[in-house]
């Protein structure tokens, strides 16, 4: 990456699902993108618990005695519903809550394959960038052509002019983990003029929560 500025990161959230999946590659990818997090250093943010892909992730990052950090709402800690974090771990009240947390604590965000949830995640934080709310990199590691049609209707979104070219630019795409981490390293973040007129803030009180999660 010479003559390349590069991002410090030292926190990466990633989103993936609480399945495995079918294709055994998708846990392999997991694993491999830990290893890959914990041998460069970087801690991790996630959900929470250990069912699927978020745990394969989360194990193999602690393997690497880098910290890792699960932020859960505190209906999925009842009966043990998603088994037991690893590492630390911040109960919220509330999914948005959640989110807006690991927005706050993370420096990226990496995608693995997942549902519904994962998809909320990904989408919630590209469109967080587009308003303005914050600069950090989002990426997918498509595994295995899982994102291709993902990929392609938002090309399409573009083609179609619902979406920007410098708002496409936000969502970056590799198949390997290392090349993800470095072109998140080198991500230039450019805002829409007109939405980066926008000022947000937390309210009062989440700035209390997260002053009390920095402390941890």
Not at 178 to 197: G, I, M, N, T
Not at 199 to 213: G, I, R, V
Request: aromatic share 8%; proline share 3%.
């Amino acid at each position: 990456m010479e003559g390349v500025s590069v991002r410090k990161i030292k926190k990466i959230c990633v989103f993936c699902g609480a399945n495995s999946g079918k294709d055994v590659a998708f846990v392999n990818a997991a694993f491999h993108l830990g290893e890959v997090l914990g041998k460069r250093k970087i801690d991790l943010v996630y959900g929470g618990g250990k069912l699927g892909l978020m745990g394969c992730v989360s194990t193999a990052v602690a393997q690497h005695e880098r910290q890792v950090l699960g932020i859960i709402p505190s209906a999925f800690t009842m009966n043990n519903l998603v088994g037991e974090t690893c590492g630390k771990e911040i109960k919220v009240a509330t999914m948005q809550e959640r989110l807006v947390m690991m927005m706050e604590l993370s420096d990226a965000f990496i995608a693995l394959p997942g549902g519904f949830g994962t998809l909320e995640e990904l989408f919630q934080m590209i469109s967080w960038a587009q308003l303005n709310i914050h600069n950090k990199p989002i990426g997918v590691l498509n595994i295995n052509g899982f994102f291709n049609g993902l990929l392609s209707f938002v090309d399409h979104a573009v083609k179609q002019e619902f979406i920007t070219p410098r708002a496409r630019k936000i969502l970056i795409s590799t198949t390997t983990a290392d090349e993800l981490v470095d072109k998140l390293q080198a991500f230039r973040f450019e805002s829409d003029p007109a939405l980066s007129k926008l000022k947000w803030s937390p309210s009062s009180s989440q700035k209390e929560k997260l002053d009390l999660t920095l402390r941890l």
